[in-house]
T-cell receptor
Framework: DGGITQSPKYLFRKEGQNVTLSCEQN?????MYWYRQDPGQGLRLIYY???????QKGDIAEGYSVSREKKESFPLTVTSAQKNPTAFYLC???????????FGSGTRLTVV | QQQVKQSPQSLIVQKGGISIINCAYE??????FPWYQQFPGKGPALLIA?????SEKKEGRFTISFNKSAKQFSLHIMDSQPGDSATYFC????????????FGEGTQLTVNP
């Protein structure tokens, strides 16, 4: 079945560490997105990519980095510069010319 | 201009009742308005969506009402069931931003048995 796979489901980060969240899709979608979800704040866009080797900052990109070397993959790195990284991270994608996202099941990141 | 405002933040409804969640937007360039349903620990899933050329869209127990002049749209859940208990997000996008969605803050719906 086609879909978006996010891994790991739970991730713990020590202060000062960089961690990378994986997002893989087999839907042949061009556009991919990373959102951060905090209680009571909805979904906030971190980065998005509409084609391979190209990506744009979203509303809260500081402290995060991404790459898009393959159409299927859009990993997100949470760097030590992100001061409050504890959140639920969601990856999504859309088909060419399409509307509406398909979401992954999320990664819950906790700073310990 | 890019914001979508959603209310209420939380909603408690009795089984069989009608759940109503409202959203308002400012940017008249928005041309696609979906609603997403999210269960705890899961990613949101598309529930129903509408474009501004229609005033209402119904799919089963779920209806979107759209008021273009007021720049508002709402989700109505008829005959609400305990299984509908989830967080609901409205969203909006426009052609000039590709398929990028702007989300409301979310409404946590609880349907009591």
């Amino acid at each position: 079945d086609g879909g978006i796979t996010q891994s790991p489901k739970y991730l713990f980060r020590k202060e000062g560490q960089n961690v990378t969240l994986s997002c893989e899709q087999n839907l042949n979608h061009d556009a991919m997105y990373w959102y951060r979800q905090d209680p009571g704040q909805g979904l906030r866009l971190i980065y998005y990519s509409q084609i391979v080797n190209d990506f744009q900052k979203g509303d809260i990109a500081e402290g995060y980095s991404v790459s898009r070397e393959k159409k299927e993959s859009f990993p997100l790195t949470v760097t030590s510069a992100q001061k409050n990284p504890t959140a639920f991270y969601l990856c999504a994608s859309t088909p060419p010319g399409g509307y509406g996202y398909t979401f992954g099941s999320g990664t819950r990141l906790t700073v310990v | 201009q890019q914001q979508v405002k959603q209310s209420p933040q939380s909603l408690i409804v009795q089984k069989g009742g009608i759940s109503i969640i409202n959203c308002a937007y400012e940017n008249t360039a928005f041309d696609y308005f979906p609603w997403y349903q999210q269960f705890p620990g899961k990613g949101p899933a598309l529930l129903i969506a509408i474009r501004p050329d229609v005033s209402e869209k119904k799919e089963g127990r779920f209806t979107i009402s759209f008021n273009k002049s007021a720049k508002q749209f709402s989700l109505h859940i008829m005959d609400s069931q305990p299984g509908d208990s989830a967080t609901y997000f409205c969203a909006a996008s426009m052609k000039t931003s590709g398929s990028r969605l702007t989300f409301g803050e979310g409404t946590q719906l609880t349907v009591n048995p």
